[in-house]
């Protein structure tokens, strides 16, 4: 499909568990983005990817979490011991333009995380 | 104080008639603002973007910014049961490295 791909697009996870979680952005899109969305909150940001580069991480809430994008296109969030506190919807999102000057963000539908 | 703040509602309206969302923000420095629509369980989708203060219109929408005042709304006129969904404000800083900050939403409900 033409939009952002994301999965699994649900994941149940024991606590202590890893878990990875995997976005496919719209083609050519330069930049990627990582929210955490809480139920019934708006979406948190967690990471920020210009091509391969991680040029921001200062979302992410602990060292348990670790996002990579090697080759500038598809990316992956890891998350290694999980907690209960990390159950959330993990949204994608891409961009055509350099940072987010436009705000013209391509979301995926999400990776519902629940940790047991 | 959060950084993006919204009426978590639920705002409800009768069908045609006018919704009025109301954000506000902290940071002077902020440049771009964007109103997203979330349906229930669905991601969200930009609905219309302003940059500078007054009003910007599109179709059933407008967007009021004003900068000195750290407020922006949204009118969706004429609601149609279809609108019924959480409405996310969010605002960029290019000062904090171009992050896209969203506040917590607002739902609204439009009854037939």
Redesign the interface.
Known sequence: GAGVSQSPRYKVAKRGQDVALRCDPISGHVSL?W?QQAL??????LT?FQNEAQ??K??LPSDRFFAERPEGSVSTLKIQRTQQEDSAVY?CASSLAL???????F????SRLTVL | QKEVEQNSGPLSVPEGAIASLNCTYSDRVSQSFFWYRQYSGKSPELIMSIYSNGDKEDGRFTAQLNKASQYVSLLIRDSQPSDSATYLCAVNQRAAGNKLTFGGGTRVLVKP
């Open positions: 983005f929210y019934g909150q708006g979406p948190e940001f920020y040029l921001d200062s979302g949204l940072g987010q000057d436009t705000g013209e963000l979301f995926g539908e999400g």
